[in-house]
């Protein structure tokens, strides 16, 4: 029996990052605000807001920070009702909750997407706030979404920690709310082990974040010049101490440029497992969303979308009951070797492809 191969290590972080770490390593210098200017997180805030076409970016400690700093930015009251996906990821209701707010779940479909009829039906009064998870790299309808949203005067959050370099109708997924938040935690498109970063593109915003992240006393000189945006919120705001180290940064600088790259692999990597799984009669993988959008259909990030690794591609199974699905567990088993398997290769199948011989779907 052919073994699967190993899909979970990381890649190797770019050589470019090691004079840049042993700098760090003599100097001792890990604090983001010990330099007077021009320190790694400073240079990576700025080269990340470049690649998303943001006026602001603020590196932080997880995209589970980013998320709860921008609720705080936002100056929802207390136990505010946020919409929130579904279809997320534990740490989305808790940044949430974290931020003294009630998350309100809304459905998604057979597709992972938002239920447009039933966020429309929720988007109630009470809701201040909308946090948009881009899950597994599902893009919802963010042009219906940003619609009742804006009609509102309600803001959009999105969580594109799964989605980084994805597109939406030519737009940059995070760019389309007012802030975006990603993730920079192992299994991430960029891993540092942790971190995460926010953007946006209103002063009064990233100063209030910037300020709560921890930029104490008059720390927040070090973030650019916003006019009076800074001056206001001084001593005003409580500090959660979020920020990111000059070590992270050190190890994501490098990684930035390879993320259309990564992004391409794990497309291609995605489509050709969704192929051979799609054959299944007990599988369904859900199509990308039309006209005119990025497939967003993979993760990304979740994987790394290196020649090792695939996109995750979410499938459901088509059994309707559960006697139905108990007989499935050899399909089941067989599932899961075909994604560690097929993972493995960057391009088309092999001549010797076992898929042929053994795969049973």
């Given at each position: 029996?052919?073994?699967?191969?190993?899909?979970?290590?990381a890649?190797?972080?770019?050589?470019?990052a090691?004079?840049?770490?042993?700098?760090?390593?003599?100097?001792?210098?890990?604090?983001?605000?010990?330099?007077?200017?021009?320190a790694?997180v400073?240079?990576?805030e700025q080269?990340f807001?470049?690649?998303?076409g943001a006026?602001f970016?603020l590196a932080?400690?997880?995209?589970s920070?980013?998320?709860?700093?921008?609720?705080?930015?936002?100056?929802?009251?207390?136990?505010?009702?946020v919409?929130?996906?579904?279809?997320?990821?534990?740490?989305v209701?808790s940044?949430v909750?974290?931020?003294e707010?009630?998350?309100?779940?809304?459905?998604v479909g057979?597709?992972?997407?938002?239920?447009?009829?039933?966020?429309?039906?929720?988007?109630?009064?009470?809701?201040?706030?909308?946090?948009?998870s881009?899950?597994?790299?599902?893009t919802?309808?963010?042009?219906?979404?940003?619609?009742?949203?804006?009609?509102?005067?309600?803001p959009?959050?999105e969580?594109?920690?799964?989605?980084?370099?994805?597109?939406?109708h030519?737009?940059?997924?995070?760019?389309?709310?007012?802030?975006?938040?990603?993730?920079?935690?192992?299994y991430?498109?960029?891993?540092?082990?942790?971190g995460?970063?926010?953007?946006?593109?209103?002063?009064d915003?990233?100063?209030?974040?910037?300020?709560m992240?921890?930029?104490?006393?008059?720390?927040?000189?070090?973030?650019?010049?916003?006019g009076d945006?800074?001056?206001?919120?001084?001593?005003?705001?409580?500090l959660?101490?979020?920020?990111?180290s000059?070590?992270?940064?050190a190890?994501?600088?490098?990684?930035?440029?390879?993320?259309?790259q990564?992004?391409?692999?794990?497309r291609?990597?995605?489509?050709?497992?969704?192929?051979?799984?799609?054959?299944?009669?007990?599988?369904?993988v859900?199509?990308?969303?039309?006209?005119?959008?990025?497939?967003?259909?993979?993760d990304?990030?979740?994987?790394?979308?290196?020649?090792?690794?695939?996109?995750?591609?979410?499938?459901?199974?088509?059994?309707?009951?559960?006697?139905?699905c108990?007989?499935?567990?050899?399909v089941?088993?067989?599932?899961?070797?075909i994604?560690?398997l097929?993972?493995?290769w960057r391009?088309?199948r092999?001549?010797?492809?076992?898929?042929?011989?053994d795969a049973g779907l």
């Amino acid at each position: 029996m052919t073994l699967a191969p190993n899909v979970y290590d990381a890649e190797p972080i770019p050589e470019q990052a090691r004079a840049e770490i042993d700098k760090l390593l003599k100097s001792g210098d890990l604090f983001r605000y010990t330099a007077p200017q021009n320190a790694p997180v400073t240079l990576l805030e700025q080269e990340f807001a470049d690649v998303m076409g943001a006026r602001f970016a603020l590196a932080v400690s997880s995209c589970s920070a980013a998320l709860f700093l921008s609720l705080k930015a936002l100056d929802l009251p207390r136990d505010a009702h946020v919409l929130v996906p579904a279809f997320t990821f534990a740490a989305v209701p808790s940044a949430v909750v974290h931020a003294e707010c009630t998350p309100v779940l809304v459905e998604v479909g057979d597709n992972y997407r938002v239920d447009m009829a039933d966020f429309e039906a929720k988007l109630t009064g009470d809701i201040k706030a909308i946090i948009i998870s881009h899950m597994r790299g599902h893009t919802s309808d963010m042009d219906a979404i940003m619609a009742l949203a804006d009609a509102r005067g309600i803001p959009v959050i999105e969580d594109a920690a799964h989605s980084l370099g994805t597109t939406w109708h030519g737009k940059k997924i995070g760019t389309i709310g007012k802030i975006g938040c990603f993730s920079f935690q192992s299994y991430k498109l960029v891993n540092a082990g942790e971190g995460g970063i926010l953007i946006t593109d209103d002063p009064d915003l990233i100063a209030r974040a910037v300020i709560m992240s921890g930029a104490y006393e008059h720390n927040w000189k070090k973030h650019g010049d916003l006019g009076d945006s800074f001056a206001k919120w001084q001593n005003k705001l409580p500090l959660y101490n979020q920020r990111l180290s000059n070590l992270s940064a050190a190890i994501i600088r490098p990684q930035l440029p390879h993320i259309s790259q990564r992004v391409a692999d794990g497309r291609r990597n995605h489509d050709y497992l969704a192929e051979i799984i799609s054959a299944s009669p007990w599988i369904s993988v859900p199509d990308a969303l039309k006209p005119g959008t990025t497939r967003t259909r993979f993760d990304p990030v979740q994987f790394g979308g290196n020649e090792r690794r695939t996109g995750f591609v979410i499938c459901r199974c088509k059994c309707r009951t559960r006697r139905e699905c108990s007989g499935l567990w050899p399909v089941a088993r067989q599932c899961a070797r075909i994604l560690e398997l097929a993972v493995s290769w960057r391009a088309a199948r092999p001549a010797n492809d076992p898929f042929d011989a053994d795969a049973g779907l």
